[in-house]
C-alpha cells in the first residue's frame, strides 16, 4: 500500500500543470481578489474585518512585500469602477481560461469527465463568493474567541488564535479538494489530503520567508526591483506544486479505499458461497 501511495505521487507532468496555473494565475489573480475583497465590504456588519481578510490574503499569496502588492490591489479597487466593457470582457476571459484549465488538470489527475459548463460556472462561481463570507466569519469567530479568552484570563494559558490562519487554510483546502473533482469524495480523503498539504504548504511559507530574507539582498542586486516580482512569481509556482501534489493524494487515498472495499466485499462473497457449500456439503452425509 505504501509503494502505491509512493509511486502515484510522482508524476513529471505536475510541474507542467503547475506552470500552466501560475501563468493563468497572474491574469485572474487581480479579478478574483475583486471579487472577495468586494463581497467583504459589502457584508456591512462585518466590515470591520476587512482589513483582517486583506491582511491575510496579502500574507499567504505574498508572503514577502506583501505591503507593496497590498498598495496595488486598493488602486485596482478604487479604479474598478472605471473599467471599460472590453476590459470586463478581458477580465471575464481571463478568469473562464483559468477555470478551464484548473478542471482539466483536475479530471486528468481524478481520470473523470468533465463536467458542462455551466455546472462548472456555478461551482466556480460558489466557491469564489463563498471564500469571503468565510473568511469574515472566521475572523468574526476569532474576535469573539479572544474576547472570550480575555476576559475569562486563559489568553496567557492558550494559544488557540495562532492556530486560526491555519486552520482556515485547511478548511479552504478541503472545500476545494472535496468539490473540484468530477466524482464523489469521501471526508477521509480530502481530510487527509488536505491536513497534509495545508501543513505543507505552511511549512513551506516560512522557508520560503527565510530563504528571501537571507538570499534578499543577493537578489535585489541581480534583479533591482523586479526581485520583488520574482519571489512573486516563484511563490505562486512552489504553492501550485504542493496543491497538485494534494490532488494526487486526494485521489490515491480514494483509490485505495475503494480499492479497498471491493476487496473486503469480494472476501465475504467468497466466504459466504464458501460456508453455504460447505453446508450443503453436510446436508447431503447427513442424507447419506
Given at each position: 500500500?505504501?509503494?502505491?501511495?509512493?509511486?502515484?505521487?510522482?508524476?513529471?507532468?505536475i510541474?507542467?500543470?503547475?506552470?500552466?496555473?501560475?501563468?493563468?494565475?497572474?491574469?485572474?489573480?487581480v479579478?478574483?481578489?475583486?471579487?472577495?475583497?468586494s463581497?467583504?465590504?459589502?457584508l456591512?456588519?462585518?466590515?470591520?474585518?476587512?482589513?483582517?481578510?486583506?491582511?491575510?490574503?496579502?500574507n499567504?499569496?505574498?508572503?514577502?512585500?506583501?505591503e507593496?502588492?497590498?498598495?496595488?490591489?486598493?488602486?485596482?479597487?478604487?479604479?474598478?469602477?472605471?473599467?471599460?466593457?472590453?476590459?470586463?470582457?478581458?477580465?471575464?476571459?481571463?478568469?473562464?481560461?483559468?477555470?478551464?484549465?484548473?478542471?482539466?488538470?483536475?479530471?486528468?489527475?481524478?481520470?473523470?469527465?468533465?463536467?458542462?459548463?455551466?455546472?462548472?460556472?456555478?461551482i466556480?462561481?460558489?466557491?469564489?463568493?463563498?471564500?469571503?463570507?468565510?473568511?469574515?466569519?472566521?475572523?468574526?469567530?476569532?474576535?469573539?474567541?479572544?474576547?472570550?479568552?480575555?476576559?475569562?484570563n486563559?489568553?496567557?494559558?492558550?494559544?488557540?488564535?495562532?492556530?486560526?490562519?491555519?486552520?482556515?487554510i485547511?478548511?479552504?483546502?478541503?472545500?476545494?479538494?472535496?468539490?473540484?473533482?468530477?466524482?464523489?469524495?469521501?471526508?477521509?480523503?480530502?481530510?487527509?489530503?488536505?491536513?497534509?498539504?495545508?501543513?505543507?504548504?505552511?511549512?513551506?511559507?516560512?522557508?520560503?520567508?527565510?530563504?528571501?530574507?537571507?538570499?534578499?539582498?543577493?537578489?535585489?542586486?541581480?534583479?533591482?526591483?523586479?526581485?520583488t516580482l520574482?519571489?512573486?512569481f516563484?511563490?505562486?509556482?512552489?504553492?501550485?506544486?504542493?496543491?497538485?501534489?494534494?490532488?494526487?493524494?486526494?485521489?490515491?487515498?480514494?483509490?485505495?479505499?475503494?480499492?479497498?472495499?471491493i476487496?473486503?466485499?469480494?472476501?465475504?462473497?467468497?466466504?459466504l458461497?464458501?460456508?453455504?457449500q460447505?453446508?450443503?456439503?453436510?446436508?447431503?452425509?447427513?442424507?447419506?
Open positions: 500500500m505504501i509503494r502505491t501511495y509512493v509511486t502515484s505521487l510522482f508524476d513529471r507532468d510541474t507542467f500543470y503547475a506552470s500552466s496555473l501560475s501563468f493563468y494565475t497572474l491574469f485572474t489573480l479579478p478574483v481578489l475583486l471579487i472577495v475583497l463581497i467583504s465590504t459589502s456591512t456588519s462585518f466590515d470591520s474585518f476587512y482589513g483582517n481578510i486583506k491582511s491575510f490574503i496579502m499567504n499569496i505574498v508572503p514577502v512585500d506583501s507593496v502588492f497590498s498598495t496595488f490591489i486598493d488602486g485596482f479597487m478604487q479604479n474598478s469602477m472605471q473599467i471599460s466593457i472590453m476590459g470586463m470582457i478581458a477580465i471575464i476571459a481571463s478568469s473562464m481560461l483559468f477555470f478551464q484549465n484548473f478542471e482539466y488538470i483536475v479530471n486528468k489527475i481524478f481520470k473523470t469527465p468533465a463536467r458542462g459548463f455551466w455546472q462548472s460556472l456555478s466556480y462561481w460558489t466557491l469564489v463568493t463563498l471564500t469571503p463570507i468565510a473568511l469574515v466569519f472566521s475572523f468574526y469567530l476569532s474576535n469573539e474567541l479572544q474576547i472570550f479568552l480575555g476576559d475569562n486563559y489568553s496567557d494559558a492558550l494559544d488557540i488564535l495562532g492556530l486560526i490562519p491555519y486552520l482556515i485547511w478548511s479552504m483546502f478541503f472545500l476545494i479538494y472535496k468539490i473540484s473533482a468530477n466524482t464523489d469524495i469521501s471526508n477521509k480523503a480530502a481530510g487527509i489530503s488536505s491536513f497534509a498539504v495545508s501543513l505543507t504548504w505552511y511549512l513551506a511559507k516560512i522557508g520560503f520567508i527565510q530563504y528571501i530574507l537571507n538570499k534578499n539582498e543577493m537578489y535585489a542586486t541581480i534583479y533591482g526591483s523586479f526581485s520574482i519571489f512573486f516563484l511563490w505562486i509556482y512552489v504553492s501550485w506544486i504542493i496543491f497538485i501534489y494534494g490532488l494526487k493524494l486526494c485521489y490515491t487515498i480514494e483509490k485505495v479505499s475503494k480499492e479497498t472495499k476487496e473486503e466485499e469480494q472476501k465475504i462473497k467468497e466466504e458461497m464458501n460456508n453455504g460447505e453446508a450443503n456439503e453436510d446436508d447431503e452425509n447427513e442424507k447419506v
